[in-house]
């Protein structure tokens, strides 16, 4: 077993992205969209709906809120503080194969095992667009791993053949890859209580340095996003307000308001046809224990599983239309 400091890093190849207006164009869509690139990589101002980056710093790097050690690296293309000096092929395998410039093993908060799903196209917009940003004079320190946390760390594994572009025209496909390059299932699904309700079944508790929300269910189930429609969900995406609450700026909206209508139209398409995974959530509520996670959070106590008898499982088939209710382990899923 390789540990996270013997990876097995690809050698770097000596590329230039082309860097056409089609392709900054197609970059700018995806970093300041569904890639959420600086949601992450620039101060946020959590004064405003949503929290936006702070303009002076967009781009230009962040220190992780409650780990002072993880820096989000200055991505402007200033020489001394951003990625000036470093080639395209760098940025290539840090974004889609979780290795830094200096070869080192980067920390999963950088999502790079959800972006190993990216197009090779896509990936070179990406780098065609951080190469036009204006460059921003911004020092800031360098990452470094506590040891205890290094030695746990996964180890990336170096992508080998080409990522071709999705052309299915089957929209929940299509929806599908969004979702996976977005993270949406890393924070919709409670990964860490002792039992997982679904995929996309909610009750992660996402923190970003005092804020802490838990994430909502998005299956169609009627614990979930059953009352939405196509039209309610591109207005929750877009204006951060469902049932007339704000939500809470961890959920990523002030990016996600920029994707066009048919890549929204396509991830709820994508979440319709998720297993629908019974699990009442909310963040208004106070926390109490459920027993369907096997965790704590607010309307736990609402979530009973009913007794399985053949009558009413034979009604919750026909209620769902689908016979693969039950409850899922962890070990159910891949993500
Ligand atoms: C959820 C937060 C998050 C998102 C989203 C994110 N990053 Fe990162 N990124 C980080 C963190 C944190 C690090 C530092 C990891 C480390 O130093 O171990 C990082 C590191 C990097 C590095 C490596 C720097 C080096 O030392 O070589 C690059 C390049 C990068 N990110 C680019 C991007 C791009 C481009 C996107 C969008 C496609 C993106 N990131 C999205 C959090 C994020
Ligand atoms: C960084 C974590 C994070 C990511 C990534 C994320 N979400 Fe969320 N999302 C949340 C949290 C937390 C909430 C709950 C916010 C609240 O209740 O105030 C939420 C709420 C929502 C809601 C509102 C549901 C309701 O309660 O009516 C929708 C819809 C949603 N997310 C869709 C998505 C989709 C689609 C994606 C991927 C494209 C996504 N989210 C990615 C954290 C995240």
């Not at 000096?85 to 395998?93: A, G, P, Q």
Request: net charge neutral; aromatic share 6%; charged share 20%.
């Amino acid at each position: 077993m390789p540990t996270p400091t013997e990876h097995v890093a690809r050698a770097l190849r000596d590329i230039t992205v082309p860097r056409t207006p089609e392709r900054v164009a197609r970059g700018q869509y995806l970093t300041e969209g569904l890639l959420q690139c600086f949601v992450c990589h620039s101060e946020r101002d959590w004064t405003k709906p949503g929290a936006p980056p702070v303009p002076a710093t967009k781009g230009a790097g962040a220190v992780w809120l409650s780990k002072p050690w993880l820096v989000a690296v200055n991505l402007t293309p200033d020489v001394e503080t951003g990625i000036g000096r470093w080639t395209d092929d760098m940025l290539l395998r840090a974004i889609c194969e979780g290795i830094g410039h200096d070869g080192r093993t980067l920390h999963p908060q950088m999502w790079y095992s959800s972006f190993r799903a990216l197009p090779d196209e896509d990936a070179e917009a990406v780098v065609a667009y951080l190469r036009s940003l204006k460059p921003i004079r911004r020092s800031l320190p360098q990452t470094r791993i506590p040891e205890d946390e290094a030695k746990d760390l996964d180890v990336p594994e170096p992508l080998m053949a080409p990522v071709p572009l999705v052309t299915s025209h089957d929209v929940v496909q299509k929806g599908r890859h969004l979702a996976l390059l977005a993270d949406c299932a890393g924070c919709h699904t409670s990964w860490y209580t002792p039992k997982n309700p679904g995929l996309f079944g909610g009750g992660n508790l996402v923190t970003r340095g005092e804020r802490k929300s838990y994430s909502s269910n998005l299956t169609s189930d009627p614990s979930g996003l059953a009352h939405y429609d196509e039209n309610i969900f591109r207005e929750v995406m877009r204006t951060g307000q469902a049932k007339g609450r704000e939500l809470s700026p961890i959920m990523p909206w002030t990016v996600f308001k920029n994707l066009s209508d048919d890549d929204l139209n396509a991830l709820f398409a994508y979440l319709g046809a998720v297993t629908p995974a019974k699990h009442v959530i909310d963040n208004i509520d106070a926390p109490s224990a459920c027993t369907i996670c096997g965790g704590v959070h607010p309307l736990g106590k609402y979530n009973r599983p009913r007794q399985r008898t053949l009558v009413n499982y034979h009604i919750e088939m026909v209620e769902s239309g689908s016979a693969r209710i039950g409850l899922m382990t962890d070990s159910g899923f891949a993500r």
